[in-house]
């Protein structure tokens, strides 16, 4: 299934559910079955995703990002179990979500995982990390910005 991650203009008004559930956690983070999506509007378009464990009450935060707009001629597409599993039906159904790194040195050298999203069903709010279709097309590591020399922006230090 071909996956159009747009961002729709509703999304950004008050969700009506934040609220993420990851059966199986995240990759390297198995234990960790619940999410919530952050919206600050002075941080768009990155959003913060809230992971807890529902055993210790540990949280985990990671930046994430919906490509749309955003990563050009980014077209993720589902492997058919994948989306069965998920119960989608069709593409309007998909939130993708990517994972940031941010480099606390250079932050603008942020990288992007376009291979590994979290995609989520947008009416039963369960989701789960994947490795999309098409994955040779992509990059784990993919600059968010092409060219950081032309970006005159502070570096930490």
């Given at each position: ?106 932050p603008v050298e942020a990288t992007v995982n376009l291979i590994g999203p979290i995609v989520v069903?947008r009416r039963t709010r369960i989701g789960r990390q994947l490795v999309v279709a098409n994955y ?14 032309v970006m005159p922006v502070a570096r930490l230090a």
């Open positions: 299934m071909k996956v159009l991650p747009a961002i729709y203009p509703t999304d950004f008004d008050t969700p009506p559910d934040n609220e993420i559930i990851l059966p199986n956690g995240i990759i390297g983070f198995g234990a960790y079955k619940r999410a919530e999506l952050l919206y600050m509007p002075d941080h768009l378009p990155f959003l913060w995703m809230k992971l807890c464990n529902l055993d210790t009450a540990d949280v985990l935060h990671f930046i994430v990002i919906e490509p749309g707009g955003i990563v050009s001629g980014y077209e993720p597409e589902l492997f058919d179990a994948d989306a069965e599993q998920l119960g989608i039906v069709t593409a309007s159904e998909v939130m993708v979500l990517n994972v940031v790194t941010l480099k606390r040195r250079d069903n040779s097309r992509y990059s784990e590591h993919h600059a968010l910005i092409e060219n950081p020399q």
